[in-house]
């Protein structure tokens, strides 16, 4: 099961990086993502928030597509932990108002439910998203 899992969030951050380039969730996003999805951006340094629902999940990547041009994140590994997947990425972008070029290390914590995510928990220091899960103290 943890290996189709990670499928999962393997096909959920590549049609999340497609909906960052339109500012909206592409078709294929929302159905590999429950109904009372929860993104917990609240590590976040501009504007900290957590987003629920399907709903929310369009208020995070409006907010993404509306602060930065050319956001993209690149995963560099994915950890199975069982019902968690971890993405450890690169982020980068420029800022759509400032023009400041931002490239970042980070991470997501993906919690995977009946087939679906359930909840995405983004980090932007890679060992607190490892201690987080149980994996680095």
Known sequence: MSQENVEIVRRATETLSESYKSGEPTDEMLALCAPDIRVDASRRVFNPATYDGHAGLRSAIREIWEAWEDFCEED???????????ALHTIAGRGR??????RAQGAMIWTVRDGRVARVEAFLDQREA???AGLEE
Request: net charge negative.
């Open 76 to 86: 560099e590994q994915l950890i199975d932990i069982g019902d968690k997947v971890i």
């Open 97 to 102: 108002t400032s023009g400041a070029e931002v």
């Open 130 to 132: 490892l201690k987080a």
